[in-house]
């Protein structure tokens, strides 16, 4: 389960690795190949590569960085490199406390550039239209830059003849003139650049709430405010609607637990699995499963992100991971076809995700296994606990991708466990991870112990983080041999 950055094979995703100022520490030999630029790149803050002419970009670059609490930022962006600009998709990731990985893959090959800047400017603006609540940015001088529909509605602008202005003439304007005396506070807090703020205001009969987030760049310090503002006399209406979408997600909830929990120990073997999605609804999926000849085939996939959207994903994952699964090929070929399944089919939803295949021969005395950028299984035997092999690139990201596999004997095996990458990184107060090393002790010591090995590393776990909240999901799968039964 090493941390190192990971070269996917077949695929131009290079790695940029970050301190914890967001500055450039190194550049490895596919951004160089795929992208240009190299030693030059070192020392300079991460937003310095954006293109000027990518301000959507580095105003979602910003807010994610101003915000980030752990978890993965996926965006796409605009990148100087060499001298030219480059469209690219970036997944930025923690590796530690200190120090962060962006995985960059080039996204300009077909030479879409300017197609791809304004589709990325649609879905902004889509999203900005599609919101309940009022939305305006304003850059540091107080000129609106974008808005959607519910903030002209909410605010009613008039001039100062008291005439009504028009949605299409907000863009451009200053803001602070367009405002009245009710609202002197929320002028002042923009003139001072406030990070953010809640400011409340009593007009025309109403209460509105606008919210201020300053979004900021390590280089540029702050470049724009978005505010957010709400219509408080409709919170009954808010607070009824999300009782409805908690309803949805209860149910969504007893779907996934529901369609996790339908399999069975196979016979001379004990399943046991620990599921703790991060939200009500998560993105890990697993399986066990007895194939035609006897051998028992187990699997554990870990779809990017959280919640609905992993949930979603993770359908789809099983969906086509039970329509390859007993094609009669092995590990890495089941992985392979997993891939293809996914990536012809639902390309255009980025279902990206992580996965391992571990087959346990009808004889209980061999194991065949897979992965796929996913943690490799881990092997109690009577001499201790063995990490077996990792390796391959993610499922979903491009067609035509192989993958390793790796056989062992395990006579004498006491357990195989499979887990998701939640549970090695969760963090303390202190922001250090719990690590292989700790997993692996409280997998040993629950062996010698005789305790239930999920039992056990969850109560280590809980112990070390104490207080602190979960950031991922996290899943254990312990398979372990039982006496067999009477035929």
């Not at 062992?408 to 250090?432: F, K, Q, Y």
Request: glycine share 10%; with cysteine.
């Amino acid at each position: 389960m090493t941390t190192e950055p990971t070269a996917y094979p077949g695929l131009p995703i290079g790695v940029l690795t970050l301190d914890d100022r967001f500055v450039i520490t190194a550049v490895d030999a596919v951004f160089r190949a795929e992208l240009g630029g190299g030693d030059e790149l070192v020392g300079q803050p991460l937003d310095a590569l954006i293109s000027d002419r990518d301000h959507r970009g580095a105003v979602a670059l910003a807010s994610r960085l101003t915000q980030y609490r752990g978890g993965i930022i996926d965006l796409s962006l605009v990148l100087v490199v060499g001298g030219s600009e480059r469209f690219v998709r970036m997944r930025l990731v923690a590796r530690s406390a200190w120090q962060y990985l962006a995985y960059v893959e080039p996204g300009d090959q077909e030479e879409s550039l300017t197609y791809e800047l304004a589709l990325a400017r649609q879905r902004w603006a889509g999203v900005m239209q599609r919101s309940d609540e009022g939305i305006v940015l304003v850059d540091h001088e107080g000129t609106i830059l974008q808005h959607n529909l519910r903030f002209f509605e909410l605010m009613r602008f008039r001039t100062a003849h008291g005439v009504s202005l028009t949605e299409s003439a907000l863009d451009g304007r200053a803001l602070g003139p367009l405002l009245p005396r009710a609202f002197d506070e929320l002028q002042e807090r923009l003139r001072r650049g406030d990070e953010d703020f809640v400011v409340r205001v009593e007009t025309k009969g109403r209460t509105l709430e606008l919210e201020g987030r300053s979004l900021r760049l390590p280089l540029r310090g702050r470049i724009e405010t978005l505010l957010l503002v709400r219509d408080l006399s409709e919170q009954r209406q808010i607070a009824e609607r999300d009782a409805i979408i908690q309803a949805d997600l209860d149910q969504a909830a007893d779907f996934q637990r529901a369609l996790l929990s339908r399999m069975r120990s196979p016979r001379g073997l004990e399943v046991d699995v620990s599921y703790r999605p991060l939200q009500r609804v998560g993105g890990d999926v697993y399986d066990v499963t007895v194939l035609a000849d006897g051998t028992v085939r187990l699997f554990i996939a870990d779809a990017t992100g959280h919640g609905v959207t992993a949930a979603l994903s993770t359908m789809l994952i099983k969906s086509e991971y039970d329509a390859v699964k007993e094609g009669g090929e092995g590990p890495a070929a089941t992985l392979a076809a997993l891939n293809e399944r996914v990536t012809r089919t639902y390309l255009k939803l980025a279902v990206l995700f992580t996965a391992s295949i571990v087959d346990i021969a009808p004889d209980r005395s061999l194991v065949r296994y897979a992965c796929g950028g996913h943690p490799g299984p881990m092997l109690v035997t009577e001499t201790g606990v063995v990490e077996l092999s990792e390796g391959g690139g993610f499922l979903g990201a491009q067609a035509g991708q192989r993958y390793p596999e790796w056989s062992t004997a395990i006579h004498g095996w006491r357990s195989i466990i499979l887990i998701t990458d939640g549970l090695v990184e969760a963090r303390n107060a202190a922001g250090a991870q719990f690590g292989e090393e700790r997993l692996l002790a409280a997998i040993g010591e629950a062996d010698r112990r005789g305790r239930r090995i999920n039992a056990n590393v969850l109560s280590r776990l809980d112990a070390y983080v104490d207080t602190q909240a979960q950031t991922d999901d996290i899943t254990l799968l312990t398979v372990r041999p039982t006496q067999m039964e009477d035929s």
